[in-house]
């Protein structure tokens, strides 16, 4: 019944321990059986109505990503670290792409997808008027960001370390992976491998504003 | 040196007994070592420059989450589950909010406002003139997402069920909860709590598309 993988101390210890690095340790490479790992924990990341608006793209090509250097401000991580994560969205998700979630839905789970007509409607519905004002591609960019904060989780977790990036060109990003012609638009970068051993930034204090300021609660 | 806290196959499995919780047992309350720990994730989650753009209001009052429930398509979660959390961005973030996080970075790591000039000078370049089109509540609504996904997370990590939530009334909640008068707006919810033993869905096969699908590589 108990499903608790860890206890509350060790999960917070786990969360000190990360920080964005800043330098990586350009010799040291993420094993397959790590990676592996941390590709799964995107694949398996929550979306609204499960649908996944979204692909990674991960960019191992050294020539590639000293390319992709120049347009995200020269930032050592983007070819320091053993994997760059390239997170985008799908670009104007609509009603194809629920009915290609509802035929992925009907195979997994082995039912015809007529039994699954009221809920592709359903979701068709919240996607043609969401209860507020916002764009598909506003929408599945707050969804990739769940998917970010997965990944740092579980990289976390193995003692992997990343850094998140939005200071880069999309524009830039998009046109040297070919990334619209394949439908997708990226919106966030993931460094991800090993801190170098003087990173001074992993020794600094962690800010974060005092629970109280944060948190609020109505009781 | 190896900080894994567990294997890559225990996190996968862990991963894939969350599921977003349709039924919550209404009798069953989080231990206050538990919440706490959950609380501390969200409190520790990472957001651009850390520059924490949110707040976290835990609902617990009955009456008021029965109110809230009218808002949310009347879906059981909102009132059944042990906590409900609303995620709230901090609206038209800007070089106040800059100012205010170099001040907290000051305190906690103990050096002259002055040694950050640079640092809050950099952010605010970024907020006036972010490298994509996007207004400062829609990114602020982003970072929102990774603290999202960390409670999830967290949760899954601790054996307790999640439920997100974005089908409601944001407008609504804001009046309920007088956000808008603190400086805050609801984007997306979470009810935290224990699955009820005959919620159907818990046994449902997880719907992904197969890893090739929604991820890429460039070697």
Redesign the interface.
């Known amino acids: 019944m ?5 206890t ?5 210890q ?5 920080y ?1 690095t800043k330098q990586f340790d350009p010799t040291r490479t993420i094993a397959d ?2 990676w ?2 941390l ?8 979306s ?1 109505f ?1 649908l ?1 608006p ?8 050294p020539a ?1 990503r000293q390319q992709l250097k120049e347009h995200a401000w020269g930032q050592a991580q983007i070819t320091d670290a053993s994997h760059l994560v390239v997170l985008a969205i799908k670009k104007d998700i609509g009603a194809a792409e629920v009915d290609q ?1 509802v035929a ?2 009907a195979e ?2 082995q039912v015809s997808t007529s039994t699954l007509d009221g809920y592709g409607g359903m979701v068709k519905g ?1 996607l043609a008027q ?3 004002p916002i764009t598909m591609d ?1 929408w599945a ?3 990739v ?6 990944l ?3 990289a ?4 992997v370390d990343t850094c ?1 990036i ?6 830039k990003f998009n046109e040297l ?1 070919q990334l619209p012609e394949q439908g997708y638009s990226a ?2 970068l993931c460094a991800v491998g090993y801190r170098a051993e003087d990173d001074n930034y992993a020794t ?6 005092a ?1 109280e ?7």
Chains 1, 2 share one sequence.
């Open positions: 108990n499903h608790a993988l860890t509350p101390n060790e999960l917070i786990q969360l000190n321990w990360r964005a059986s790590t592996l790992a590709e799964q924990s995107l694949v398996l990341s929550p609204s499960g996944q979204w692909k990674f793209f991960v960019v191992r090509n590639l979630f992925r839905m997994v789970r919240f969401p209860p507020y506003s960019a707050r969804q960001y769940i998917a970010l904060g997965f740092m989780y579980s976390a977790l193995l003692g998140p939005e200071g880069f060109s999309p524009e992976l919106v966030v600094l204090a962690k800010v974060r504003y629970p300021a944060v948190v609020g609660y109505y009781d």
